[in-house]
């Protein structure tokens, strides 16, 4: 078994809460053009307790490596002014110079001109594209790896760890649920949720699971036209980014969801 299939596997019964304690600081950033994609990923990895910057666009992002020197970088490939594909092959290209120039250095030179040489950061594509010839492509700009939109919580936490080698504290799924229903969320607030059309309620669970705020939101505003006051709980849920807590309640709400 991989590691990645270990993590997956661990993750299917247990659902990740934190950073584990006594680890390395480890700094993350985010280059993303949509401003509630990037929020909404700066939010989940800070919830985490990662360090965390962000970029609109390529040349951001360069430059947030060269003055921060992330340990991994999430990339949108797709991005205005300059794109992921560029900024990767930029970062790899200033990467392999600056390390020539660590090996290459004259001792007797202000050691303070050249920069040591430093582990690669790891850059994962984030990328919409389904077709294999995309990921073909990431790599081939420099990406690590690749993951598509829209993509679950654990899938992305799970690839930061296969290759950075942080650990997590782990919550098991009853522990979960008892969180995310607390007493004010209670019977009340699933008996309105099955009030409301299954398709309606199907459609809510794959946002969720999803983690696509924008669809969610729009699902919500239906909801409050004949709920508002489920709809003001899952939209305070949705706004403290806790989709755990939206999917405990869509699931009590009606277990035969798929």
Request: with cysteine.
């Amino acid at each position: 078994m991989t590691e990645i299939e270990s993590l997956t596997t661990r993750s299917q019964s247990q659902h990740i809460l934190q950073l584990a304690p006594d680890q390395p600081v480890y700094r993350i950033l985010v280059a993303e053009d949509n401003d509630t994609n990037r929020q909404l990923l700066v939010q989940l990895l800070q919830a985490v307790g990662f360090i965390v910057q962000s970029a609109i666009n390529g040349q951001e992002a360069i430059a947030q490596w060269e003055s921060w020197q992330p340990h991994l970088i999430w990339m949108d490939m797709r991005m205005p002014v300059m794109n992921g594909y560029e900024a990767t092959q930029q970062i790899r290209a200033k990467e392999q110079e600056r390390n020539y120039q660590s090996r290459h250095a004259d001792p007797s030179a202000a050691r303070a001109a050249v920069p040591s040489a430093q582990a690669p950061t790891f850059i994962i594509a984030l990328t919409a594209n389904a077709f294999e010839e995309e990921r073909a492509r990431v790599l081939e700009a420099g990406c690590n790896d690749f993951i598509r939109k829209p993509f679950q919580e654990t899938e992305l936490l799970e690839k930061m760890a296969a290759y950075l080698g942080v650990e997590y504290l782990y919550v098991s799924p009853h522990q979960a649920e008892a969180t995310a229903i607390a007493p004010s969320d209670g019977m009340n607030e699933i008996a309105a949720l099955r009030s409301l059309p299954s398709s309606l309620l199907a459609q809510m669970l794959q946002a969720t699971m999803q983690i696509d705020y924008q669809r969610l939101t729009t699902l919500l505003e239906e909801v409050a036209s004949t709920q508002p006051d489920v709809a003001a709980l899952l939209t305070k849920k949705l706004d403290d980014f806790d989709f755990e807590g939206i999917l405990q309640l869509l699931e009590k709400a009606n277990p035969t969801l798929p």
